[in-house]
């Protein structure tokens, strides 16, 4: 299953990635809005969102996007590596 992050910290942006390939997810990780948005979320299986990290626009066309896609989405309020674990636990495929 595939996996979009958004938001966090640059620095963390690795971590973030091997993360989600600990628990067994294809991930890509956005810091910041990116070019035709919409359609790199297209395929999407989850979407994580650092809500602490990322612009009010960019939060409001994924809320949308999501909505409208009915593609499941992860609030995760601090940008820690720790709480990615705990959101993707529940997530992960046995």
Same mark, same amino acid.
Request: zero cysteines; hydrophobic letters at 40%; glycine letters at 10%.
């Given at each position: 299953m595939s996996l979009v992050i958004l938001g966090g910290l640059d620095r963390l942006k690795r971590d973030y990635i091997n993360t989600g @390939?600990? $628990?067994?997810? =294809? !991930?890509? /990780? $956005? /810091?910041q809005r990116v070019p035709d948005f919409a =359609? =790199?979320?297209? *395929? !999407? +299986?989850?979407? #994580?969102? $650092?809500t +602490? =990290? #990322?612009?009010?626009?960019?939060? *409001?066309d994924v809320f949308r996007l999501a909505r409208e896609l009915n593609i499941p989405l992860v609030?995760? @309020? *601090?940008s +820690?590596?720790? +709480?990615?674990?705990? /959101?993707?636990?529940e997530l992960a495929v046995p």
């Open positions: @390939k600990k $628990f067994g997810f =294809r !991930v890509k /990780s $956005f /810091s =359609r =790199r979320l297209r *395929n !999407v +299986g989850v979407i #994580v969102l $650092f +602490g =990290r #990322v612009s009010h626009a960019m939060a *409001n609030r995760i @309020k *601090n +820690g590596v720790t +709480g990615l674990e705990d /959101s993707l636990k």
